[in-house]
């Protein structure tokens, strides 16, 4: 099967999206499918406002729709509702060409962590992105219960895996201090909420 997958957070980024496309692509491959991406590599970018690690592309629907004509791909996923997401998608709707998307941050959130923009602006804009989907993929049931409150439609269980080999219990005499012992592993910014899991 030959599955485009459009996303704007891409690598060299280093995130949980990044990390999580990663896997699902090398994981697809080596299942035998063709996986064709459109990221902002491929296009003149720029960094985004508060957060330069992730490049913006510059592009629209008329050139990210010039990729589904070449490739004529079995199936479409849009990652990211970034430049081209919005792209694809509607690059998609105007071919109806069927697609999925998956949600993956809270950009609501984020962007009011930011700027102090109401979250019902930003969740209206991202729900009119995601209900044009056939289907929304989502973490876990808690994600999804919510997302389904705020009036997302079309929700489906994306669950996550962890590699037993790479991660496991080891010795926990490595490290001598009073359990239990918490680890945050992750990008320190204003959006992640650290005071609940420090208190």
């Known amino acids: 099967m030959k599955i485009l ?6 690598r060299p980024q280093v995130n ?8 699902v692509t090398e994981e697809l491959a080596a299942m035998g499918h063709r996986v064709i991406t459109v990221t902002p590599d491929r296009f003149s970018n720029f960094p985004c406002p508060t957060y330069p690690e992730i490049r913006l592309a ?5 050139k990210l729709g010039q990729y589904l004509d070449r490739e004529n791909p079995d199936r479409v996923h849009i990652a990211t509702e970034g430049p081209i ?5 509607r690059a998609c709707i105007k071919r109806k060409i069927p697609f999925s998307t998956s949600f ?4 609501p959130e984020y962007i009011h962590a930011r700027c102090r923009l109401p979250v019902s602006i930003s969740y209206a804009t991202v729900r009119r992105f995601h209900n044009a989907a056939g289907s929304t993929m989502v973490a876990t049931k808690t994600l999804m ?10 929700l ?18 490595l490290i001598d201090v009073l359990r239990p012992a918490l680890l945050y592993v992750g990008r320190v910014a204003v959006e992640k ?4 899991f420090l208190i």
């Open 156 to 173: 489906r269980i994306w669950g996550r895996g962890v590699d037993t080999e790479l991660f496991k219990p080891g010795d926990k005499s």
């Open 104 to 107: 993956h941050t809270k950009f």
């Open 5 to 10: 997958l459009a996303s704007d957070a891409w």
């Open 85 to 89: 997401g919005w792209g694809m998608q």
């Open 16 to 23: 949980g999206v990044v990390r999580t496309l990663s896997a």
């Open 193 to 196: 909420i650290f005071r609940p």
């Open 58 to 62: 510059i592009t629209g629907p008329g």
């Open 145 to 154: 219960e919510e997302l389904d409150r705020r009036g997302f439609r079309n």
